[in-house]
């Protein structure tokens, strides 16, 4: 009996030790919120909202969001602004906001460097005329803008090299994938994407979709017109910016990059195409192409190199890839339409997705187990559920 209890007693020990926390900030746009939303391994919930922005009368709109390296910080890009955004610094675990700067039209999705420990933003210039726009260097020590580089026509989906050497972005309307190089603040490559989706080799992650149902899909009809919809909610695939000054109109629409932890490649989701690209840094030609369900958002490639997460914006589902074989493993319907961002835990263990909804509808966080490929849980936060970065694992 006495050596029952003994190996009982260690088995909840151990199990004790085991267990761990994953957290998460998540931007609720339409809310003006920050969500700090905590997936215990089984369960997903908002543990703490955050307001956000400084006009209680005005919608100024979370947009972007990251977490430093260190850990110590988080930072957020208010999209909405007279005329410009703002970043925002707050400290993680308080909470509390700690600094703010001035950048340009419509700042989005951003990134802090290992190597400089500058940020780098993404001028998006959604409300201006479709001419290039920048990407804002901050030094977010004295939260001071050095310098806006000029790149395309609305950027985004700012991310660097592990390193932090790199600094690569997309614009999605002039179809262009940027190089930076984060020490000088000089573009060192351009790529037309449109080219470069023409060139890339033969697709070989065709698969048969009608036979798998790998997630339980919770979509109710579409009760609400599309009509009156905020800019993020909107068919990027589909917009037509005709009438404005004679340019080049990107028919990929590229709208996300992220690097690969290990090799030097990136890869680039082609809203408009349904594809997305990896490309090669150091021949910055196409080396394979994936072809996706309708409107690929966001992208991020787990920290061990082996799964490729894509947020399918149009279709309402998220696809998770295996990098190696190039194969699609599963395409699981989310929670409801209006998929956005995607994160990945540091163990590569766990994606977490942020889904928009429509109208007044909750947004929410869908928690993806990537060893089986289900979705395991949904958190519930303010209305359209946008900007998502990994935070901390607490054991």
Known sequence: MKKTLIIVF???????????????????????????????????????????????????GPHGITVGPEGKYWYLSLAHGNPYGTLYKYETGT???????????????????AATGLLYCVNFNLHGD????????????????LTQITTGAMPHGSRLTPDGLKQYSVAMMSGELFEIDAISLKITKTLDLDEASKMAPEDHSMMD?????????????????????????????K???GG????????????WVSTHPTK?????????AAEVLEISTDTWKTTRKFKTDKGPYNIDISPDGKRMVVSYKTAAKTGVW?????????????????????AISSDSKFAFVSVEGIGDDPGMVDVIDLTTNRLIDTAYLGKQAGGIAFWKIER
């Open 244 to 255: 404005m000054p004679a340019m080049k109109h990107s028919a990929f629409k590229p709208t």
């Open 130 to 145: 479709m001419v290039p726009s920048t990407v804002s260097v901050v030094d977010v020590e004295s939260m001071t803008e």
């Open 239 to 241: 917009m037509d910016m």
């Open 264 to 272: 030097n490649l990136v890869y680039v989701a082609g809203n408009g």
């Open 95 to 113: 909470d509390k906001a700690v600094g703010s700067v001035t950048l340009g039209l419509f700042p989005a999705s951003m990134q802090v460097s």
């Open 209 to 237: 979709h009608s036979k798998m149902d790998m997630g339980k899909s919770k979509m109710n009809d579409e009760k609400k017109s599309m009509a009156g919809m905020d800019h993020s909610q909107m068919d990027h695939s």
């Open 10 to 60: 260690s088995l909840i020990a151990i199990t004790a030790l085991q267990a761990q926390n994953y957290y998460v900030y998540v931007a609720a746009e339409s809310e003006d919120e920050v969500a700090l939303v905590k997936f215990d391994g089984k369960k997903a919930e908002t543990i703490k909202n955050i307001p956000v922005g400084i006009w209680p009368a005005e919608n100024e």
């Open 322 to 342: 295996d990098l190696e074989s190039g194969k699609e493993l599963a395409r699981l319907d989310n929670s409801q339409k209006v998929t956005h961002g995607v």
